[in-house]
């Protein structure tokens, strides 16, 4: 009876071993299981969840009745002395308060107890990501309702730390998603900074588990903003500030038109100039104590942050931040992702698409990043610039055109890779077949329900390696007037001034009749 029981246990416990992996083989929907690797701070970090000393550290939670009281007081004081070091001493410990907690040590490890939400599970098990409305989250949830919870995965991460490290947890993602589902294969959308950790994935484990990346606004190059603020090199540029004022104003209220008005008019009368002297005297005078008392320790220890530093500054930022000896480890670390990531990332994708990974890019136009610094005049997607996340197509800066008689830098089989709108050649890409543009899509601007992400399911779904030429619904280049709710193909300028699409337009067009009707006089 004994023997009898035994033989039936076993036989149970081989049933039970056997029919997941049955269920999981017979998966025949068609489609690999999504992936989508969010980016930077795609959910908030946390210090001491769950204990009486939880607080949100980043995004800050700023008191702005504190900042402007201690900033009344600073200026105050500037007043009486023209030292702009006044305001610093009133201001500085507000801010040093504010970062410390998301420091991280010498070696470049968090310093305090921070965590933020991860979704281990495939999204079915996460009711709250059914719902989102835009960037990563719209995707989740539009890709939730396409394909299933099931085979849908949410990869997030503390950005701060070291991408190698989160290039391990991806992989265990990968291998969970593959076990679960019973595919061989994942398809893989990185958004934003969430194509660095992609890249670094890469580079450690391979190609065999992937079938397509997509690589959405990624930081796949880096970021010109990003690289200049780790050279010091701050500075705010008038035209940068007046197309960020004029792109960032929301307009659903009107006061878009009101403030371009009143900025132009500063501009005319030389106010805006003494305003911006101003200012960038602050800046100048301040700029040392803002990386000493504030960044150095914080900011600047982010393993995170250095996979934003392009090529021509990386060294001359780690010579300025970093000792050698005390730093030692945390250079170790961010060498690792520079020198056999960031570096190499062409050959890491072409060698990806020779082993029959599908890869693609999407990169977004038409908006201004935070005019701190002299790039920031760039064309953008309002956080990375379009040259960044397109891996290298020239750009006309905001607000102009690439020059008349201008042809594309290389000949791409004789296809042309000019926009009709006269801003960009992407024939100057890595990849000048597989980068799609949109103009005045968000970053990331996945909004849920949209054009825009139909596109990017189009692109997934391809069962061979999709391009430009691929299908003539998706050309190269494609416009919104609502975000990406509706695309369609960018169409040339029309007319001699051009389209008028914001009231700088309209005011450059005011400019050159002025112009016109002073030279025949």
């Given amino acids: 009876m004994k023997k009898l029981l035994s033989v039936l246990m076993a036989a149970v416990m081989l049933c039970l071993a056997v029919v997941p992996s049955f269920a999981a083989e017979g998966c025949d929907c068609g489609h690999s299981p999504l992936i989508i690797v969010g980016g930077m701070n795609g959910r908030p970090l946390i210090l001491d969840e769950g204990t009486a000393n939880e607080k949100q550290i980043w995004p800050p939670v700023i008191d702005y009745a504190q900042v402007a009281l201690a900033a009344g007081k600073g200026l105050a004081a500037y007043g009486l002395t023209k030292d702009w070091n006044r305001l610093g001493d009133a201001i500085m410990p507000l801010a040093v308060e504010l970062m410390a907690p998301s420091a991280c040590d010498a070696d470049g490890n968090s310093m305090y107890n921070i965590t933020t939400a991860t979704y281990p599970e495939s999204v079915a098990h996460y009711p709250e990501l059914h719902i989102g409305e835009k960037s990563e989250e719209g995707l989740v949830a539009s890709a939730y309702e396409k394909y299933g919870g099931s085979h849908v995965y949410f990869f997030n991460y503390d950005w701060r730390l070291d991408p ?4 391990k947890d991806l992989n265990a993602m990968i291998q969970k998603a593959k076990a679960e ?8 959308a990185a958004c934003s900074m969430g194509g660095a950790i992609t890249m670094a994935y890469l580079a450690t484990y391979g190609y065999s588990d992937i079938d397509t990346c997509l690589f959405i606004t990624s930081a796949f190059s880096g970021s010109l903003i990003g690289t200049e603020l780790l050279k010091k090199n701050v500075h705010i540029d008038k035209d940068a500030l007046k197309h960020y004022l004029n792109l960032n104003v929301n307009s659903e209220t009107g006061l878009d038109a009101l403030l371009d008005i009143v900025v132009e008019i500063l501009d005319l009368t030389g106010a805006l100039d003494t305003l911006l002297n101003g200012a960038n005297s602050m800046i100048e005078a301040l700029l040392d104590r803002v990386y000493t008392e504030i960044l150095a320790e914080t900011m600047c220890r982010m393993p995170g942050v250095w996979l934003l530093i392009r090529d021509d500054a990386y060294e001359q930022a780690k010579a300025a931040f970093l000792d050698e000896d005390e730093n030692a480890v945390l250079i170790e670390r961010i060498d690792d992702y520079h020198y056999n990531v960031m570096q190499k990332r062409k050959q890491i994708i072409d060698d990806a698409m020779a082993a029959g990974v599908k890869v693609v890019f999407t990169s977004h ?10 790039s920031a005049i760039h064309d953008a997607d309002g956080l990375l610039e ?3 996340t397109s891996a290298g197509a020239v750009v006309a800066n905001l607000g102009t055109t690439l020059p008349e008689g201008y042809t594309q830098q290389n000949e791409c089989c004789g296809k042309n890779h000019l926009s009709p709108d006269r801003i960009i050649d992407a024939s100057a890409s890595m990849f000048p077949d597989q980068v799609w543009f949109f103009y005045q899509v968000p970053h990331v601007g996945c909004l849920y329900g949209s054009q825009y992400n139909e596109f990017l399911f189009w692109l997934l779904d391809s069962e061979e390696q999709p391009t430009v030429w691929t299908n003539p619904a998706y050309p190269q280049f494609m416009t919104t007037t609502d975000k990406g709710m509706t ?3 960018t169409e040339p300028p029309s007319g001699y001034f051009g389209d008028i699409k914001t009231m700088t337009d309209l005011f450059e067009v005011i400019r050159r009749v002025l112009m016109f009707i002073n030279a025949l006089s």
Avoid at 164 to 167: G, Q, V
Avoid at 181 to 188: A, E, L, N, P, Q
Avoid at 365 to 374: C, S
């Fill in 164 to 167: 190698m490290d989160h290039a």
């Fill in 181 to 188: 589902t019973g595919h061989s294969k994942v398809d893989i």
């Fill in 365 to 374: 136009y038409g908006d201004a990043v935070l005019p701190f610094a002299p």
């Fill in 386 to 388: 379009t040259e960044c």
């Fill in 487 to 489: 695309i369609s193909p």
